[in-house]
């Protein structure tokens, strides 16, 4: 998102405002998003380049809705763990995902894949938790790797290194500045997509 000055002024007022994305590059992934609102404020201002950015202010109410594949994921998941194990000269394939909502803001996640060097093979379990908070923001925790034998050591002794790393950080899942407007029923579905959905209107 560019980033704006903070004298923002009032621009328009929308009675109905829908926003929609399909297929939106991230990476190797591609999301789907979706803004719908009622009674929408857009205030205005410029960026650093001077051009005239609107911005979301107040609305009456409205839903924010962002979702992606968990074959996505997995490609993404993919890449990073044979980026790193491939500095060790060990081989990723066979990248499996399975998801699981305890709850409307809880996500569990379990990746099993397939480690090879030379002549040795080893099945590696990835495990880990994402909650998300009122504000959209997700934290990753409880990243673990597992597996048998001599190879998955070694592949979980180099994954961990990465898995560190994000233990325990935060991530918005939406920067988009929204002024008075704050979100609220906050939920994560999992099925054919996982979508983050948030219901939202003005504060208080």
Known sequence: MP????????ALTIDLFRAEGSGMSVG???????????????????????NIVLVPHKAGNGRIEVSVSPSDIET??????????GKHGVTIDGVQLTLRSNSPRSLAAEVRLRAKKLFLSASIRITGRVNLDEALVARIS????TGDGALASIAC???KQHLQKIDGREFPLLSLPLGEI???????????KLAVTAEFGAAG
Request: net charge negative; hydrophobic share 50%; glycine share 6%.
């Open 3 to 10: 980033s704006v000055a903070a004298n923002l002024v009032p």
């Open 28 to 50: 190797p992934a591609a999301i789907d998003f979706l803004l719908e609102a009622q009674k929408l404020d857009l205030h205005r201002a410029p960026d650093a380049e001077g």
């Open 76 to 85: 993404l998941i993919a890449e990073v763990a044979k980026s790193e194990a």
């Open 142 to 145: 409880g990243l673990d790797c």
């Open 157 to 159: 002794g180099v994954l």
């Open 182 to 192: 704050r979100l609220r029923d906050v939920r994560i579905a999992t099925g054919d």
